[in-house]
């Protein structure tokens, strides 16, 4: 397996891989993600949550959770075995659990319309520890520089928390300057994709995406996986039995089992 040598998991918190899915299944998978933003679901079943509705603004950043649950192109997308083959050896484990997904579709933006915040995705995750989680970010469409793509903050998985930070925030002016004071100058690297690639980000990497300046959607598959290295936290109160769907195979299917 090829892996993209100048960034590791490890040390940047983030890297690249090569093209693993064939033309067609990205084409199907990403009518499939048309299908689920306008509310049409082939498998009779909704989605977690739908921060975005037909009729809503269509220059707004468009994210939907567990979209694999409501098409089945979708779902074939992010259980394909060299998937989870090629995570099981980036990552180096011996399994790999789909547990969430979320389309990420970003239409032309207007404005900060297209804007997602500087976060790391731990920060959304008291249920989980932070070693063996991760997230693979499927490029359904080309995605250039220009394109708002996904940048990542290289070695900010190993900072500390940095308070205010936050996805849905669009000002990203004040975030970087919240960035710059606890941490001076930063190496950002851009994901920019062809369709087919695949960027993995660890669960404590910041990243964050601006304005799509292209004319065509920018379109983002994204996979939140864990690893045999993954530990539950217990929780009381408010998302305490949110993981019990790990047991549902339906719902979070292994990609790869050894
Ligand atoms: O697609 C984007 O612009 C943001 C994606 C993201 O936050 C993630 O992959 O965790």
């Not at 048309?34 to 037909?54: C, L, M, S």
């Not at 980036?90 to 239409?107: A, C, F, L």
């Not at 900072?159 to 001076?184: A, M, N, R, S």
Request: hydrophobic share 35%; net charge positive; charged share 20%.
């Amino acid at each position: 397996m090829h892996i993209d040598t100048h960034y590791s998991l490890n040390e940047n918190g983030f890297t690249f891989l090569p093209k693993i899915f064939n033309k067609n299944d990205l084409l199907s998978a990403s009518k499939g993600l048309w299908n689920v933003i306008n509310g049409k679901y082939d498998t009779g079943i909704k989605p977690e949550t739908r921060f975005w509705e037909p009729g809503d603004d269509p220059n707004k950043i468009i994210k939907i959770d567990k979209p694999h649950l409501c098409n089945s192109k979708v779902w074939d997308l992010i259980t394909n075995k060299d998937f989870g083959k090629a995570l099981a050896y980036t990552t180096k484990s011996k399994t790999i659990q789909v547990w969430h997904t979320q389309v990420v579709w970003k239409p032309k933006s207007k404005k900060e319309s297209g804007n997602a915040g500087w976060h790391r995705d731990a920060q959304y995750w008291p249920f989980w520890s932070t070693g063996g989680l991760f997230t693979a970010w499927i490029a359904l469409s080309n995605v250039s520089l220009n394109s708002g793509p996904v940048r990542f903050i290289s070695g900010s998985n190993k900072w500390e928390d940095v308070p205010g930070l936050d996805f849905f925030d669009k000002d990203l002016i004040t975030q970087d300057k919240l960035l710059k004071k606890h941490h001076g100058k930063t190496k950002i690297i851009n994901g920019v994709l062809e369709m087919g690639q695949v960027s993995i980000h660890s669960s404590l990497t910041y990243h964050s995406s601006a304005a799509n300046l292209e004319n065509e959607p920018r379109v983002g598959m994204v996979v939140h996986f864990c690893t045999d290295k993954a530990q539950r936290v217990p929780l009381k109160g408010e998302n305490s039995n949110y993981l019990d769907q790990l047991i549902d195979h339906s719902r979070a299917p292994f990609i790869y089992n050894g």
